[in-house]
T-cell receptor, first 114, second 113 residues
């Protein structure tokens, strides 16, 4: 069975600073990996996903993530934080194209300081 | 294009009551799932379906039933509500191939008193 660990339940960054959210996974097969964002009182919105191919994945709102198999990691970054990036972020994993059972991390809440 | 629609958005139940959370999708997705979200625990899978007439249990199925009679609808039934079922519930539907990945509904916030 797969699992996800998100390091840091809260991250605070200054506006314009780098955003780095850490995600490590375990999976018995090549994983599919996802980052979702949740704004207050809303559902989850897909930021980006890795399935196969290029290991650096670009998503919406200037976010990107890199799949590193040797480190079992899929960290999310954004070069310059905006106030609108304040939200909760979830990393998730599934075991490939025939598996729709997503396992989620506990989430990381991002606050952006002016 | 409505995507995934959940109703109701809010609900308060008394312990022991039953209710059905509705979920409908208009994307012709085969895969649908129910998750619950609790603080500090991320989202946990309750039940899922890989097509009409096919359902299976997820990580936390106890106290919940599902059925899938059509591609579009995937209702979640609480049989006898308990305070431990106070949570936010999300329904999601999944595409295949290049569209692999789930689309989530906006959630139902349930309080059991």
């Amino acid at each position: 069975a797969q699992s996800v660990t998100q390091l840091g339940s809260h991250v605070s960054v200054s506006e314009g600073a780098l955003v780095l959210l850490r995600c490590n996974y375990s999976s018995s097969v090549p994983p599919y990996l996802f980052w979702y964002v949740q704004y207050p009182n809303q559902g989850l919105q897909l930021l980006l996903k890795y399935t196969t191919g290029a290991t650096l994945v670009k998503g919406i709102n200037g976010f990107e993530a890199e799949f590193k198999k040797s480190e079992t990691s899929f960290h999310l970054t954004k070069p310059s934080a905006h106030m609108s990036d304040a939200a909760e972020y979830f990393c998730a994993v599934s075991e490939g194209s025939n598996d729709y059972k997503l396992s989620f991390g506990a989430g990381t809440t991002v606050t952006v300081r002016a | 294009n409505a995507g995934v629609t959940q109703t109701p958005k809010f609900q308060v139940l008394k312990t022991g009551q039953s209710m059905t959370l509705q979920c409908a999708q208009d994307m012709n997705h085969e895969y649908m799932s129910w998750y619950r979200q609790d603080p500090g625990m991320g989202l946990r899978l309750i039940h899922y379906s890989v097509g009409a007439g096919i359902t299976d249990q997820g990580e936390v199925p106890n106290g919940y039933n599902v059925s899938r009679s059509t591609t579009e609808d995937f209702p979640l039934r609480l049989l006898s509500a308990a305070p431990s079922q106070t949570s936010v519930y999300f329904c999601a539907s999944g595409g295949t191939g290049d569209n692999y990945g789930y689309t989530f509904g906006s959630g139902t916030r349930l309080t059991v008193v």
